[in-house]
C-alpha cells in the first residue's frame, strides 16, 4: 500500500483533549496548591500545578510527533524488549518499596496505599504506563508469529501468553495494588484475543482465567471489599465510606447545564479527594456543566470510534495494536466516568489525557500518535471484512 494522509481527526481531537485538560488544570490549580499548603504543610507555587500539567502536555505533543513521524515497524521490533523492561521496572519498584517500608521518601514514590512510582528528582514515572503499551506490542508480535508458524491457539502460545499477563497483573495488582489499572490490562488483553480471531472456546477459557483472578483480587482486599459494600449500600452507605462519590456527584449536580465557570469550582478546593487526577470528571462537570461535559464525551468518542476505523482497514498486526490502544483508551474513559457517577463501585483511574499527570498521558499520545500513522497506510476494507470474518467459532 502505497502512503497517503493521516487520518487528521485523530490528531485534532488528541490536541483539543490535551488543552481542555490544560484549561482546567489551570483553573483549579491554585485551589489545589492552596489546599495542599494547608493540609500538609508544604510550600507549592500557585502556578505549581499548572506549570508541571503544562511541561507533560508539551512532552505528550512531542510523545506524538515522534510516533507519526518514526516507523512504526521499528517499534514492533523492540516489543520484547519493552517488555522485559517493563517488568523489570516493576519488580524493582515492589524490591523498593519493600525496603522503604511502604513509605515515601526514598526513589519509590507511595500514595494511598499504593506504591506506583518511581521519583526522578522533581519528576515521576510510572512503570505500569509502560507496561501497558507494551503489553499491546508484545502481544500483536507475540499472536503474529504464532500465526506465521501455525501454533496459534496451542501450548505454545498461551504459555507465553499466561506467564507475561499472569506476572503483570500480579505487579499491577498484588504489589502495586492498583486494580484500575489491572481492570484497563485485562480489557486490552481480551480485546486482542477477541480481534485475533481466537475460537470462542480458547478466548472463554482465557475470560474466564482473568475473571477470577480479578474476584479473587477483589474479596481478598479489605479496601476493595469496602469500595463494593459501599456500592451495594447505595443510599444506606455511611457518610464516611461514600464521601468521595457523594462529593463527585454534587459536584457534577451543582454543574448545571452550563456550569460555574472557571475558577469558581468548590470541590476543587479540598472538598473532593484527588480533583486534579482520577476526579477530574467531576471537577469539570463542575466547571462546565452538562454541555461542557458533552462536549468532551463526544471528543473521546470521535476519538475511539476513528481509532477503531482504522484497525478495520490495516493489515492484521497494525489491526491488533489498533485494538489495544482502543481498549486501553476506551476502558479509563469508562470506568473512570462509572466510577465518578456511581454506576460502579469506586476505583482510582485516570481521565485520558485530561487528568494532572505525566507519564500516562505521554504514553498514552504515543500510542494514539502510532495509531495516526498507521492511518497513513489503510486500505478500504470494513470490519464486517476483516476482525469478524475471520473469527471462528
Known amino acids: 500500500m502505497r502512503k497517503h494522509k493521516s487520518n487528521r481527526t485523530i490528531g485534532v ?3 483539543l483533549l490535551l488543552s481542555i485538560g490544560l484549561l482546567i488544570i489551570y483553573a483549579i490549580g491554585p485551589q489545589r496548591a492552596n489546599f495542599m499548603n494547608s493540609a500538609y504543610g508544604v510550600n507549592y507555587d500557585t502556578n505549581y500545578f ?6 507533560s502536555v ?3 505533543i512531542a510523545a506524538f510527533m515522534v510516533a507519526m513521524k518514526v516507523p512504526y515497524r521499528k517499534v514492533f521490533g523492540w516489543a520484547r524488549a519493552m517488555m ?7 519488580l524493582m519498584m515492589a524490591v523498593m518499596a519493600f525496603l522503604q517500608h511502604g513509605e515515601s521518601g526514598g526513589i519509590v514514590t507511595c500514595a494511598l496505599g499504593g506504591c506506583r512510582w518511581f521519583n526522578l528528582g522533581g519528576f515521576s514515572f510510572q512503570p505500569a504506563e509502560l507496561l501497558k ?3 499491546i506490542l508484545y502481544l500483536a508480535t507475540l499472536i503474529s508469529k504464532h500465526k506465521q508458524e501455525g501454533t496459534f491457539e496451542t501450548k505454545e502460545f498461551f504459555v507465553p501468553l499466561l506467564i507475561v499477563a499472569g506476572a503483570a497483573l500480579a505487579f499491577v495488582v498484588v504489589a502495586q495494588k492498583d486494580m484500575g489499572t489491572g481492570v484497563v490490562m485485562i480489557a486490552i488483553i481480551l480485546a486482542m484475543l477477541w480481534a485475533s480471531g481466537m475460537q470462542t472456546k480458547y478466548f472463554g477459557v482465557v475470560f474466564g482465567v482473568l475473571l477470577v483472578g480479578g474476584l479473587l483480587a477483589v474479596i481478598t482486599s479489605p479496601h476493595r471489599m469496602d469500595r463494593v459494600r459501599t456500592y451495594l449500600s447505595g443510599q444506606e452507605a455511611d457518610a464516611d465510606s461514600s464521601y468521595h462519590i457523594d462529593n463527585a456527584m454534587l459536584a457534577i449536580g ?4 452550563f456550569g460555574v465557570g472557571l475558577g469558581n469550582s468548590v470541590q476543587a478546593t479540598g472538598y473532593l479527594p484527588e480533583s486534579i487526577n482520577d476526579s477530574v470528571f467531576a471537577i469539570m462537570g463542575e466547571t462546565f456543566g452538562f454541555l461542557g461535559l458533552t462536549v468532551i464525551l463526544l471528543a473521546f468518542l470521535i476519538l475511539l470510534t476513528n481509532i477503531l476505523r482504522v484497525a478495520g482497514e490495516v493489515d492484521e498486526e497494525e489491526e491488533l495494536i489498533a485494538t489495544g490502544v482502543f481498549a486501553w483508551i476506551g476502558t479509563h474513559v469508562v470506568v473512570n466516568i462509572a466510577a465518578m457517577t456511581g454506576l460502579i463501585p469506586l476505583t482510582g483511574i485516570t481521565l485520558p489525557l485530561l487528568s494532572y499527570g505525566g507519564t500516562s498521558m505521554i504514553f498514552i499520545a504515543y500510542a494514539v500518535g502510532m ?14 471484512e476483516g476482525v469478524y470474518r475471520r473469527r471462528k467459532v
Open 13 to 15: 481531537v488528541t490536541m
Open 371 to 384: 495509531v495516526g500513522q498507521m492511518s497513513c497506510y489503510t486500505r478500504r476494507k470494513t470490519k464486517a
Open 133 to 135: 503499551i507494551s503489553m
Open 254 to 257: 451543582t454543574g448545571g447545564l
Open 84 to 90: 522485559i523492561a517493563a517488568l523489570v521496572l516493576c
Open 58 to 60: 508539551g512532552l505528550s
Open 50 to 55: 499548572f506549570i508541571h500539567q503544562a511541561v
